[in-house]
């Protein structure tokens, strides 16, 4: 069992930056996939950002430009950072992991964009 943790939420000014963490309670090998999802009150849950098989990145066409999705030297921690933030982006975040066969959630962390 893997436990995921995110930490770095909060309330942030239109145009502000962020950064994200989720940290893992080891080092994990074989990991598959890593990422960031959110999700705001009555909307569907999305991708926000990827690193999948061969270190390649994936980003949702909203963020493009303004995130950056990274990992540590050990692999164990996921950083999401967050620039130029916008209303929209105001929602849960959630860290990912596809370990082997297995999907691992984060808990969550509130990012609010607001004046």
């Known amino acids: 069992q893997v436990q995921l943790v995110e930490s770095g939420g909060g309330l942030v000014q239109p145009g502000g930056s962020l950064r994200l963490s989720c940290a893992a309670s080891?080092?994990?090998?074989?990991?598959?996939?890593i990422g960031w999802y959110r999700q705001a009150p009555g909307k569907q849950r999305e991708l926000v950002a990827a690193?999948?098989?061969?270190?390649?990145?994936n980003y949702a066409d909203s963020v493009k430009g303004r995130f950056t999705i990274s990992t540590n030297n050990a692999k164990n921690t996921v950083y999401l950072q967050m620039n130029s933030l916008k209303h929209e982006d105001t929602a849960v975040y959630c860290c990912?992991?596809?370990?082997?066969?297995?999907?691992?959630w984060g808990q969550g962390t509130q990012v609010t964009v607001s004046s």
């Open positions: 990912y992991a596809k370990i082997g066969a297995v999907d691992y």
């Open positions: 690193i999948s098989s061969g270190s390649s990145t």
């Open positions: 080891r080092i994990i090998f074989s990991i598959y996939a």
